[in-house]
């Protein structure tokens, strides 16, 4: 089942602009995850946030983590073409230790124009 | 370091016929993942395996999903017989056991 949901499904914005996206998750979680993946490929891992943390950075991309809104953020900023690509976020449940499955959520088109 | 890598990258066949999907994870990765990708469902975990056990199968559609871990270095799904509902894009994903997972570029399965 899926458990985090991204927002907006499709986003296309212009070179140099920032692009946002958010993603909404319904239980308690460990760490949160977002990921990419381009045209034909598998997914790449971008960041993870711990749920002790809020925000965290990573170049280009900004993350922020509500807990008690049970949601996140990935903030892409100064967008270049190469970021066109989907945006998944993936969580895992606070629960059995030696569960580590991830849900994925639908991920976020982002399209750069140039 | 090569990555993970799965075989075939493509696979058109017949219904009814068997599939078999391959998977060499990173080397020292304890955890392995098995993901299907469509378009209506998204990316669903079928199974995964910590330690070349499989942990938890209950992502498999039906009894017509197997998969293995014969050792720490391969890893094989099948479907037999498969079906024009099995068409999809099927990911392998490895990882050290809670750590972020690699992802291999799928095999894209085509059942006609």
């Known amino acids: 089942s899926q458990q985090g949901e991204e927002d907006p499904q499709a986003l296309s914005i212009q070179e140099g602009e920032n692009a946002t996206m958010n993603c909404s998750y319904k239980?308690?979680?460990?760490?949160l995850q977002w990921y990419r993946q381009n045209s034909g490929r598998g997914l790449v891992h971008l960041i993870l946030i711990r749920s002790n943390e809020r925000e965290k950075h990573s170049g280009r991309l900004r993350v922020t983590l509500d807990t008690s809104k049970k949601s996140s953020s990935l903030l892409i900023t100064a967008s270049r073409a190469a970021d066109t690509a989907s945006y998944f976020c993936a969580t895992d449940a606070i629960g059995n230790s030696n569960d580590y499955k991830l849900s994925f959520g639908a991920g976020t088109t982002v399209t750069v124009r140039a | 370091d090569a990555g993970v890598i799965q075989s075939p990258r493509h696979e058109v066949t017949e219904m009814g016929q068997e599939v078999t999907l391959r998977c060499k994870p990173i080397?020292?990765?304890?955890?392995l993942f098995w993901y299907r990708q469509t378009m209506m469902r998204g990316l669903e975990l079928l199974i995964y395996?910590?330690?070349?056990?499989?942990?938890?199968d209950s992502g498999m559609p039906e009894d017509r999903f197997s998969a293995k871990m014969p050792n720490a270095s391969f890893s094989t799904l099948k479907i037999q017989p498969s079906e024009p509902r099995d068409s999809a894009v099927y990911f392998c994903?490895?990882?050290?056991?809670?750590?972020?997972?690699?992802f291999g570029d799928g095999t894209r399965l085509s059942i006609l």
């Open positions: 239980t308690s979680i460990n760490n």
């Open positions: 080397s020292g990765h304890n955890s």
């Open positions: 395996f910590n330690n070349n056990v499989p942990i938890d």
């Open positions: 994903a490895s990882s050290v056991v809670s750590q972020p997972q690699h």
